[in-house]
T-cell receptor, first 114, second 115 residues
Framework: DSGVTQTPKHLITATGQRVTLRCSPRSGDLSVYWYQQSLDQGLQFLIQYYNGEERAKGNILERFSAQQFPDLHSELNLSSLELGDSALYFC?????????????FGPGTRLTVL | AQSVTQLDSHVSVSEGTPVLLRCNYSSSYSPSLFWYVQHPNKGLQLLLK??????LVKGINGFEAEFKKSETSFHLTKPSAHMSDAAEYFC?????????????FGRGTQLTVWP
C-alpha cells in the first residue's frame, strides 16, 4: 500500500458526460501528479501540482482540468467524454516537486466511456 | 527532450533463471532513472532509482540496474526469477536538472515466469 488513495476504483459513463476523479496524497507529500495509461499511448503524464499551484503540464486535453485543494487532495475533471478517454488514470504524490523525488502511485481509477 | 525505449515488449524466463529487461534512454540533461513494476490490477511500485550516486543501483526483491552513460542504458537484472516477479515493468526517466517532477515512461516489458 503506497499511502495514495484514489476514488472511485471504477467509473462507467457515456460519451459527452463529465466525471471527477479524486486523489489523496500520502501524508506530508506536497506534490500530486496525474497520469493516463491507455493501450494506445502507454503511460503519459498529464499534470503536476505542488502545494496548490500548477507546476507542469503534459499531454492534457483542454477538456480535462485539475486542481489541488488546501488540504492537498486533488481532483481531475474530465468533460465532454469520448470513447478514446477510456483508460486507467493514476495519481502519484511526492514529498517535494523535484525530478529526483520518488513518486508513489495510487491504485488508479479505471474509466470506461460507452 | 526525454524518452525511454524498452527493447522487449515481452520476456519469458523459467523460475530460477536470470532476468534481463533492457532499457535505453534519451535525455537532454543529466537523467534520473527509475524502474517501476505493475502487478495486475495494481498501481505502480518503485523497484529502484538512479539519481547520480553509484552507477549500480540495488532495489527491492533482489533487482538491480546499472547506469551506463556511454551506452545510454539502464538495464534491469535479477539473478534468479521467482514466480511472484511476473508483472509489467516500466523504465522511466526524468530530467535531474529540472525542478519539475514529470516522469517519462517506456512502453513496458511484460515478464512471464514459467514454473
Amino acid at each position: 500500500d503506497s499511502g495514495v488513495t484514489q476514488t472511485p476504483k471504477h467509473l462507467i459513463t457515456a460519451t459527452g458526460q463529465r466525471v471527477t476523479l479524486r486523489c489523496s496524497p500520502r501524508s506530508g507529500d506536497l506534490s500530486v501528479y496525474w497520469y493516463q495509461q491507455s493501450l494506445d499511448q502507454g503511460l503519459q503524464f498529464l499534470i503536476q501540482y505542488y502545494n496548490g499551484e500548477e507546476r507542469a503540464k503534459g499531454n492534457i486535453l483542454e477538456r480535462f482540468s485539475a486542481q489541488q485543494f488546501p488540504d492537498l487532495h486533488s481532483e481531475l475533471n474530465l468533460s465532454s467524454l469520448e470513447l478514446g478517454d477510456s483508460a486507467l488514470y493514476f495519481c502519484a504524490s511526492s514529498v517535494d516537486q523535484h525530478s529526483t523525488d520518488t513518486q508513489y502511485f495510487g491504485p488508479g481509477t479505471r474509466l470506461t466511456v460507452l | 527532450a526525454q524518452s525511454v525505449t524498452q527493447l522487449d515488449s515481452h520476456v519469458s524466463v523459467s523460475e530460477g533463471t536470470p532476468v534481463l529487461l533492457r532499457c535505453n534512454y534519451s535525455s537532454s540533461y543529466s537523467p534520473s532513472l527509475f524502474w517501476y513494476v505493475q502487478h495486475p490490477n495494481k498501481g505502480l511500485q518503485l523497484l529502484l532509482k538512479y539519481t547520480s550516486a553509484a552507477t549500480l543501483v540495488k532495489g527491492i526483491n533482489g533487482f538491480e540496474a546499472e547506469f551506463k552513460k556511454s551506452e545510454t542504458s539502464f538495464h534491469l537484472t535479477k539473478p534468479s526469477a521467482h514466480m511472484s516477479d511476473a508483472a509489467e515493468y516500466f523504465c522511466v526517466v526524468s530530467d535531474r536538472g529540472s525542478t519539475l517532477g514529470r516522469l517519462y515512461f517506456g512502453r513496458g516489458t511484460q515478464l512471464t515466469v514459467w514454473p
